[in-house]
């Protein structure tokens, strides 16, 4: 054993530091609790003992069996959802267990989800469906490896019983690894309630686990700091999503984790034809959180942040505080404007792409919309084109030729890459940025319906192990690179909740 002698050795740090924001609670029993995944690569990194939770662990992970020192909790939280407030949302169907301290040093959060009623559950009945636990689970592992910030699930079990949802359907639950789930709505929660020391332990907590360096600061001067280093994460991890199709579905402030990891998959999937406008999820009816509009709402997020701190940085002069955040949200465009240009010039070859090259992505991006071009496997064809790989053998591995429409295009690109790399060294470059393969949204429903209804893990598995390597084209694996064939479109994705 690596931490005492209990295989989960969880902490109350969080239960400890900030009494007023949870309700202690426990998760409902499980009546045949079965262990469905299980994530070694996960509990390796937090230094867990894997062969002590993979065999007979189902009570153990379920909180059922907890060391002394935890404290498992439902946390409290608001949020705006769709734009309206809602002033206390909360755990309804999740238990923080508490957190694991890895062989680094670092906290990390362990979560049930699907573990039953809590104080917070409303109208719901506090539990989860396999099916939506296991699209939690892959795309977390996903975006981990597309080296995108993100919780992730350490195991996913059936409990046994059967949820009611539009049809009976098999029980789950979630375990979920966060660097925290202090969300814009835990914050929201104290703030509309004017509690303003908890707002302040709230904050200095969020400061010491998340952004220590500010703690160097005091004053209103470490909350201004606070709010832009957040601001800070979110500009590249939102540049991050857009430059691999990602749309989150639900960007309400509850589901924006403060830590900058994408948090909360519910109706989430990826852009298939190149369109700001896509939107997948059943709920949004207006685009709200359509795939263009992310980075417009994540800054609104933002400033529902902001809003919260104006007595932490100026108590007597709300007047004051509320120009001196404005002065730092202003500042949101122009850091999501940098993180994007150094993403999208990275997935066009460019090593330092400045200001002028900002016409050149936005008219490739043009093309693609113009066309109705796969957003992933265009990226793909650039390198390919680069590198000179002959049609034939590009199109054993799913990467389809430039398209005729490029070509002034590609001229102007050619000329702005230069000579000072060869062309195939760039081609193989932008090959480690642009992903071969995604969580292409047939593939995702096969795999989870084969698992879920039918307990066929094969093609689960196998998306899975696709999705972990997603840079290296193999040609094998063709049928991953396929868009979603349009006579099953169009695609629509559900809550799941
Ligand atoms: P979500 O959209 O999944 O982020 O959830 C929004 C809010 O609804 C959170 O407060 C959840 O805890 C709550 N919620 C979602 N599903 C359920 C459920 N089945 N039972 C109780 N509460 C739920
Ligand atoms: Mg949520």
Not at 143 to 166: D, F, K, N
Not at 431 to 436: E, S, T
Not at 453 to 479: G, M
Request: hydrophobic residues 40%; negative net charge; aromatic residues 10%.
């Amino acid at each position: 054993m690596i931490h005492g002698d209990h295989p989960l050795p969880l902490l109350r740090d969080f239960a400890e530091a900030l009494e007023g924001l949870y309700v202690p609670h426990h998760g409902a029993v499980a009546p045949a609790p079965r262990l469905l995944q299980f994530n070694e690569d996960l509990a390796r990194r937090l230094g867990l003992d894997a062969d002590r939770l993979r065999v007979g662990s189902e009570r153990i992970l379920l909180g059922q069996e907890l060391p002394d020192s935890a404290r498992p909790i439902a946390q409290a939280y608001a949020g705006h959802q769709f734009g309206v407030f809602n002033p206390q949302l909360g755990d309804g169907r999740a238990l923080l267990l508490g957190e694991v301290r890895d062989p680094q040093g670092c906290l990390w959060d362990l979560q049930l989800k699907g573990s039953g009623r809590t104080p917070f559950s409303r109208g719901g009945d506090g539990k989860a469906a396999l099916g939506p636990m296991l699209r939690e689970y892959l795309m977390g592992e996903a975006m981990y490896s597309l080296g995108i910030p993100s919780t992730r699930a350490l195991a996913v079990l059936a409990t046994g019983e059967t949820v009611q949802r539009e049809e009976p359907l098999p029980g789950a639950i979630l375990v979920r690894v966060a660097a925290s789930h202090i969300r814009v709505g835990t914050f929201q929660f104290v703030a509309v309630r004017e509690q303003y020391d908890l707002l302040r332990l709230l904050a200095d907590y969020t400061i010491a686990r998340h952004y220590a360096d500010l703690l160097a600061f005091t004053g209103k001067e470490r909350y201004l700091a606070f709010l832009r280093a957040v601001q800070e994460r979110q500009a590249r991890l939102l540049a991050q999503w857009m430059g691999i199709g990602f749309i989150h579905g639900v960007m309400n402030t509850d589901n924006m984790s403060i830590a900058g990891e994408t948090i909360d998959y519910g109706p989430c999937a990826f852009l298939d034809r190149y369109d700001p406008a896509t939107v997948f999820s059943s709920i949004d009816l207006n685009g709200r959180y359509a795939y263009g509009q992310q980075p417009r709402i994540a800054h609104w997020n933002l400033v529902r942040l902001g809003e919260c701190l104006v007595p932490l940085v100026d108590a007597d002069d709300p007047e004051q505080a509320v120009a001196e955040l404005s002065a730092v949200l202003q500042e949101f465009p122009d850091q999501y404007r940098l993180a994007w240009r150094k993403i999208f010039g990275a997935k066009l070859g460019l090593a330092d792409p400045g200001p002028e090259d900002d016409d050149l992505i936005k008219e490739f991006l043009q093309l693609l919309k113009q066309d109705g071009a796969d957003f992933t496997l265009a990226f793909r064809s650039l390198g390919a084109y680069l590198q000179e790989l002959p049609p034939a053998q590009a199109a054993t591995l799913g990467i389809p030729p430039v398209w005729p429409s490029w070509q002034g295009w590609l001229t102007r690109w050619r000329q702005r890459l230069g000579l000072a790399r060869s062309p195939s060294q760039i081609g193989q470059a932008m090959d480690q940025v642009n992903p071969l393969y995604i969580p292409r949204n047939h593939q995702v429903e096969i795999a989870l319906a084969a698992a879920s209804r039918a307990n066929d893990w094969q093609p689960w598995q196998r998306l899975l192990a696709v999705l972990r390597d997603p840079y290296t084209a193999r040609p094998e694996l063709l049928p991953y690179t396929e868009p979603m064939p349009a006579d099953l479109g169009p695609y629509r994705t559900f809550c799941g909740t």
